[in-house]
């Protein structure tokens, strides 16, 4: 998901609504936003569907006043798939001392036992959203203070978050003790705002001013001093290595480096390691292309868009149902024909989970007459479901959970596949020495079954480590 917020501007809301728009790709399902006005109160609007279509009306926007807001694109991992729209954020919560809302972008992993508990003692949930936990802990809290609430709250959830809330006066953002997620501070005007990647500050022309840290909350109050606090016990931290990967937008900046960078030096490494005699690198477009700019840098051999994409489909992955995702490949990319016939092709993409999309591609691109397939992926093969807010399948589904990188070659018959290692990939995301095994540098449980937190609801259905 993608979370959003802003203290001190005029209409707060417009801001968030193009700040959602920039993180877009985080979450397509749904988005809402709220916001405060000291005459209207409280509003707020949540909507399914792509922020462009809910959020640029007047209509819309009009309903939303005042300098503060905060806003939310969901993309679901925990809570029902065929999304209700209460399980839309923000969420809102009515306290003793005036309500609060949050939006939440991560997987908190004891959100069943949580909700058990809450239940027991009588909290009534609207949702099916592990989120909404953390505004009946909230609740349940007996500091007077939101922000100290919050605190109390986020001390009992274990798991990944990145929160970003509001009172009438305070706009807080929050990373988990271990950052598994990202959160920036900008500074827009005479205000300030929050934001999941730094690619929405650049569009509401917003200055980058840091990262809020593994562990930190900061509070802002509405004349514009920021409060840095520090909730939790310290502990190394562990930033989702495949943000790195496929999540973030190339555009954003994470912990000082280009994630677009980073993506190339990954097709670098993979250049070196998995080097191949061919004719052309094509990306599987886009999440491969950074990736395979880098492979044919290193490479020497000449990059071309081999696959075309239809620009006005979205992410396939997210699209939650098997059917839709398996037509969903062919209805965003095709065969360059006329550039393919009888060459010899390496083709970059991020990723093989289920291995939908490489085994369409390769289905195509051989059907386009190349004479030679070989895969590059530039992650290592995801072999681990993830429970901190991306949305893998379960390990069955995934391909690299029953298969070797042999047994996966010959399974999508392609001439010869191959994965950057863990520790290509910790050097492309700037670690000279590669990975820290003794401490990871990153979360990358997706690769390595290592898992930073516990996932204890999971173990609790069954789930083995
Ligand atoms: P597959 O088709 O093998 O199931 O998934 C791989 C494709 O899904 C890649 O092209 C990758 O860009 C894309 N993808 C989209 N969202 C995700 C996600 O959340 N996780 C992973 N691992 N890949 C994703
Ligand atoms: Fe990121 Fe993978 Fe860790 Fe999930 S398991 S947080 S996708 S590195
Ligand atoms: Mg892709």
């Not at 908190?108 to 989120?131: H, P």
Request: charged share 25%; aromatic share 8%; hydrophobic share 40%.
């Amino acid at each position: 998901c993608g979370i959003f917020g802003v203290i001190g501007v005029t209409d707060a809301s417009n801001f968030v609504a193009l700040g959602l728009h920039a993180l877009q790709h985080r979450g397509q399902e749904a988005g809402g936003i709220v916001c405060y006005h000291p005459d209207a109160g409280f509003n707020s609007a949540r909507r399914f569907g792509y922020v462009r279509d809910n959020f640029t009306s007047q209509d819309v926007m009009e309903t939303l006043p005042g300098p503060l807001a905060i806003g939310h694109v969901r993309y679901s991992t925990a809570g029902s798939k065929a999304a209700a729209i209460r399980d839309v954020q923000p969420f809102f919560g009515e306290f003793s001392r005036g309500g609060a809302a949050i939006a939440h972008n991560g997987n908190i992993t004891n959100a069943i036992a949580l909700r058990r508990e809450l239940i027991e003692r009588g909290s009534i949930f609207q949702s099916s959203s592990d989120s909404e936990c953390i505004i009946h802990l909230m609740a349940r809290s007996l500091q007077k203070s939101v922000p100290e609430r919050m605190e109390d709250a986020l001390r009992r959830v274990e798991g990944a978050f990145s929160v970003v809330a509001m009172t009438r006066t305070k706009l807080i953002g929050v990373r988990d003790p271990l950052g598994v997620r990202p959160l920036v501070l900008g500074k827009v005007a005479d205000g300030w705002c929050l934001s999941s990647e730094t690619c929405a500050l650049d569009i509401i022309g917003a200055e980058f001013v840091r990262e809020i840290e593994p562990g930190e909350m900061v509070v802002i109050t509405s004349d514009g001093k920021v409060d840095s606090r520090r909730p939790f016990r310290s502990q190394p931290s562990k930033f989702c290595i495949f943000e790195h990967v496929y999540f973030s937008r190339p555009d954003s900046i994470i912990g000082g480096k280009s994630v677009y960078d980073t993506r190339r030096r990954i097709g670098v490494e993979l250049a070196r390691e998995a080097p191949v005699e061919a004719d052309l690198v094509c990306p599987v477009p886009d999440s491969g292309t950074p990736a395979a700019i880098g492979f044919s840098q290193e490479s020497g051999i000449p990059y071309a868009m081999g696959i075309i994409r239809n620009q006005y489909m979205g992410r396939t992955f997210i699209e939650p149902t098997e059917q839709i995702r398996n037509m969903g490949v062919r209805l965003k990319l095709n065969v360059n024909r006329a550039l393919i016939k009888g060459k010899r092709v390496v083709l970059v993409d991020d990723s093989v989970v289920r291995g939908t999309t490489s085994r369409k591609i390769k289905e195509m691109i051989l059907d386009a007459g190349a004479a030679e397939v070989h895969f590059r992926i530039a992650s290592p093969p995801t072999a681990w479901p993830c429970f901190y807010g991306v949305d893998t399948p379960q390990r069955e589904k995934l391909l690299a959970a029953t298969m070797t990188e042999d047994e996966m070659r010959d399974h999508l018959r392609v001439d010869s596949l191959r994965f950057v290692s863990l520790d290509g990939l910790y050097r492309a995301a700037g670690e000279a020495e590669g990975r820290d095994n003794a401490c990871p540098q990153y979360c990358d449980a997706c690769f390595s079954g290592e898992y930073p937190v516990e996932p204890s609801d999971m173990i609790e259905k069954g789930f083995e480590l």
